[in-house]
């Protein structure tokens, strides 16, 4: 089992950037889960946004939306999962999930393959 704790949310005005941090206890299980970054917004649906592989080679993104103005990286050492968020725009607003999967495959993008999940940062662009 793992726990999930987000950090780095924010407010930010159109085309600013922000860093969030998904922070993995214990430490020690980190490398035994693929990750994915998540988001919500209000009155919709969550939506995959990004996932990397356990040893941080394989990157996925969500569509032409996010590609290009967002990275997701790994830091094993540090149990910690991180989602780069360049030239944001005010349809980025959302409360971002980070999220854990023990499990091989490729299915991703689906928020049903991951096991565990924290509870969120708010991330609000102003325009």
């Known amino acids: 089992q793992v726990h999930l704790v987000e950090s780095g949310g924010g407010l930010v005005q159109a085309g600013g950037s922000l860093r969030l941090s998904c922070a993995a206890a214990p430490a020690r299980t980190f490398t035994f889960y693929n990750m994915g970054w998540f988001r919500q917004a209000p009155g919709k649906e969550r939506e995959f946004v990004a996932a990397i592989g356990r040893g941080g080679g394989n990157t996925y993104y969500a569509s032409e939306s996010v590609k290009g103005r967002f990275a997701i990286s790994r830091d094993n050492a540090k149990a910690t999962t991180y989602l780069q968020m360049n030239s944001l725009q005010p349809e980025d607003t959302a409360v971002y999930y980070c999220?854990?999967?023990?499990?091989?495959?490729?299915?991703?993008?689906?928020?049903?393959?991951?096991?565990?999940w924290g509870q969120g940062t708010q991330v609000t662009v102003s325009s």
């Open positions: 999220a854990a999967a023990d499990r091989d495959g490729s299915r991703y993008y689906s928020d049903l393959w991951y096991d565990y």
